[in-house]
């Protein structure tokens, strides 16, 4: 089902050079931020110009269709021509065929972006017979940004202890023949001060987790390392990240962890598992698959994960949110086989997880675009409910103190960023 929140416009955009901005964080909203930005390279968003809902097991195919409708009918002036410029839209999906939360397209009003040391600014215009964009190159005001947002965060729909069932439950069941491996997650839940900038938020998980993606879209806040899609031409890239151990106290205990995980059973066969799911489902829309042999240590600041690179060729007119919904939900959010991974997600959760775990990202015009996996983030509701989620794969061999332990290190990002 599709439904959209406004008439499907006819949109007139026009990109020009920009004098460098900052820290383009700081130049989305900060009741409504709209960003995708990673070491300081991205695009923000300020404002809608036009805003799509989807629902149901086809929400990215409908969202593809009214894109490439929208994009038919606009016109766009973009001399730049970089990654971001010219006509953008974020989006957000849900995790699940049947979740309740809606997701979402939105294309901005204003885009601010920086990439390989150049800087722009788009303006969307939805009114009939727009002035010109009036500038050929300016600068733009830095806006001051309100004070560190505090949030205290307890457990939500599923405490410790209701995890630690749940991860019983899912090894009976992966033990008894069902499953290969059932992702799980768990929330924590808190209240959002009156008046709290939410670019203050982006800005200090941007700032602990640089290699991160910083993202924001529709109340969806967080930083993820995981690259589900990304587009560029025919040229397709993501990463897989499955098992992962936490940091050491000093190189030397750091070293020791990293070569555990590596060669750890577990988290080995958990791995296994999400590079076989990604590669099983990228092959329906890709050819010349190739992915790296091994998995390498991939050193976050909280974590190690192992973590494996993939590349392909995409059919000319594939777009990311194409691959996005085919590739989605890999094992890495859900499990194998998929189909009953999600229902054992579903039932030993038994809380629908919304965009957690969903694909994130931006899409451009001619296809191109960059979707994440909305990991390490939690959902800002509009009465200030802040609900931060964080998971775990489960599999043969998981105990459920070990899984406890990792979901509290994967809720670091923001528990951080909101003490």
């Given at each position: 089902?599709?439904?959209?929140?406004?008439?499907?416009?006819?949109?007139?955009?026009?990109?020009?050079?920009?004098?460098?901005?900052g820290?383009?964080?700081?130049?989305?909203?900060?009741?409504?931020?709209?960003?995708f930005v990673?070491s300081g390279?991205?695009?923000?968003?300020i404002?809608?110009?036009?805003?799509?809902?989807?629902?149901?097991?086809d929400?990215?195919?409908q969202?593809?269709a009214?894109?490439?409708?929208?994009?038919?009918?606009?016109?766009?002036?973009?001399?730049?021509?970089?990654?971001g410029?010219?006509?953008?839209?974020?989006?957000?999906f849900?995790?699940?065929?049947?979740?309740?939360?809606?997701?979402?397209?939105?294309?901005?009003r204003?885009?601010?972006?920086?990439?390989?040391?150049?800087?722009?600014?788009?303006?969307?215009?939805?009114?009939?017979?727009?002035?010109?964009?009036?500038?050929?190159?300016?600068?733009?005001?830095v806006?001051?940004?309100g004070?560190h947002?505090?949030?205290a965060?307890?457990?939500?729909?599923?405490?410790?202890?209701?995890?630690?069932?749940?991860?019983?439950?899912?090894?009976?069941?992966?033990?008894?023949?069902?499953?290969?491996k059932?992702?799980?997650?768990?929330?924590?839940?808190?209240?959002?001060?009156a008046?709290?900038?939410?670019?203050?938020i982006?800005?200090?998980?941007?700032?602990?987790?640089?290699?991160?993606?910083?993202?924001?879209?529709?109340?969806?806040?967080?930083a993820?390392?995981?690259?589900?899609?990304?587009?560029?031409?025919?040229?397709?890239?993501?990463r897989?990240?499955?098992?992962?151990?936490?940091r050491?106290?000093?190189?030397?205990?750091d070293?020791?962890?990293?070569?555990?995980?590596?060669?750890?059973?577990?988290?080995?066969?958990e791995?296994?598992?999400a590079?076989?799911?990604l590669?099983?489902?990228?092959?329906?829309?890709?050819?010349d698959?190739?992915?790296?042999?091994?998995?390498?240590?991939?050193?976050?600041?909280?974590?190690?994960h192992?973590a494996?690179?993939v590349?392909a060729?995409?059919?000319?007119?594939?777009t990311?949110l194409?691959?996005?919904?085919?590739?989605?939900?890999?094992?890495?959010?859900?499990?194998?086989?998929t189909?009953?991974?999600?229902r054992l997600?579903?039932?030993?959760?038994?809380?629908?997880?919304?965009?957690?775990?969903?694909?994130?990202?931006?899409l451009?015009?001619?296809?191109?675009?960059?979707?994440?996996l909305?990991?390490?983030?939690?959902?800002?509701d509009?009465?200030?409910?802040?609900?931060?989620?964080?998971?775990?794969?489960?599999?043969?061999?998981?105990?459920?103190?070990?899984?406890?332990?990792?979901?509290?290190l994967?809720?670091?990002?923001?528990?951080?960023?909101?003490?």
């Amino acid at each position: 089902m599709t439904r959209t929140t406004t008439a499907t416009p006819t949109l007139t955009v026009s990109t020009r050079i920009l004098d460098d901005p900052g820290d383009v964080l700081r130049h989305t909203l900060r009741d409504a931020p709209l960003a995708f930005v990673r070491s300081g390279d991205g695009i923000v968003g300020i404002g809608e110009a036009a805003r799509f809902t989807f629902s149901g097991p086809d929400r990215m195919r409908q969202a593809s269709a009214v894109w490439r409708d929208l994009v038919q009918g606009a016109v766009v002036d973009d001399p730049v021509q970089l990654r971001g410029t010219g006509l953008v839209a974020f989006g957000s999906f849900a995790f699940a065929d049947d979740s309740a939360e809606r997701s979402v397209l939105v294309v901005p009003r204003v885009v601010i972006g920086k990439r390989r040391g150049k800087a722009w600014l788009t303006a969307v215009d939805t009114t009939p017979d727009p002035e010109p964009l009036a500038f050929s190159r300016t600068s733009v005001p830095v806006p001051a940004v309100g004070g560190h947002v505090s949030v205290a965060l307890g457990p939500g729909r599923i405490d410790e202890d209701a995890y630690a069932a749940a991860v019983t439950d899912a090894v009976r069941r992966i033990t008894a023949g069902e499953a290969e491996k059932v992702v799980l997650a768990r929330d924590l839940v808190g209240a959002l001060p009156a008046g709290a900038d939410q670019r203050a938020i982006l800005l200090d998980l941007a700032a602990a987790y640089p290699q991160c993606v910083t993202f924001a879209v529709d109340g969806l806040v967080g930083a993820t390392p995981e690259t589900l899609a990304r587009t560029d031409g025919t040229e397709l890239s993501a990463r897989v990240l499955a098992g992962s151990a936490a940091r050491g106290a000093d190189p030397v205990s750091d070293r020791a962890a990293a070569e555990a995980l590596a060669a750890s059973a577990k988290d080995v066969e958990e791995h296994g598992f999400a590079i076989a799911s990604l590669l099983h489902a990228l092959r329906t829309v890709a050819t010349d698959v190739r992915a790296d042999p091994e998995p390498f240590r991939l050193q976050l600041p909280n974590l190690w994960h192992l973590a494996t690179d993939v590349r392909a060729t995409l059919p000319v007119g594939t777009t990311s949110l194409d691959v996005a919904d085919a590739l989605h939900p890999t094992a890495a959010v859900a499990g194998t086989p998929t189909d009953v991974a999600v229902r054992l997600v579903a039932e030993l959760e038994g809380v629908d997880r919304g965009r957690y775990a969903g694909p994130v990202g931006w899409l451009g015009a001619n296809g191109d675009g960059e979707w994440m996996l909305a990991l390490r983030s939690a959902r800002i509701d509009d009465d200030g409910t802040v609900r931060a989620w964080a998971g775990a794969g489960i599999v043969a061999g998981s105990e459920p103190a070990r899984e406890v332990a990792e979901t509290a290190l994967k809720f670091r990002p923001i528990r951080d960023a909101l003490a």
